[in-house]
């Protein structure tokens, strides 16, 4: 728990810093637009990694929080097996999400790891390897949301 929200903590200080970095790239490219009628392209290009970053670690930082968007319609009205069912069904869902999205990032990174990005030169693998750590943070936090499901059934008597 203590080490999730340190993760959490981290998180956030990373996408302020993130969007910090955008805000005076971005601030920077509009002065010299209008004073030089120029600008620098590497900050263009940075500040489009910086934004898939603070996303991606956006979405993580609200899945571990509990702050994702989520449709409680059907378990509310539900008690005992039948929501326990049901949760883990979504949670199951969530697993082969995971598993799609690492299935396609994995492949992803390794053809990008070498390719150098256009304006900085950068690897490519720096930007698509935030595919492959969604996909794991996200898997160890539903199967941390499986445990605490079934550790609350068994402690509401329902076992």
Known sequence: MKFMKGLGTLGKWLIALCLGAM????????????????????????????????????????????????????????????????????????????????????PYFMITYNTPAPATGISMGCLTVVGLLLTVALTVITIRDIVRIVKKYREEGNA
């Open 23 to 106: 805000v005076l790239m971005t601030f920077i490219n509009a002065v010299l637009r209008y004073v030089a009628h120029t600008n620098i392209t590497e900050f263009e290009e940075l500040s489009r990694y910086l934004f898939v970053w603070a996303s991606f670690t956006g979405a993580i930082i609200a899945y571990v929080e509990g702050k994702h968007v989520g449709v409680d319609a059907l378990t509310s009205h539900l008690k005992g097996l039948p929501k326990l069912v049901v949760q883990l069904l979504a949670e199951g869902l969530i697993l082969v999400c995971c598993v799609v999205i690492g299935m396609g990032a994995v």
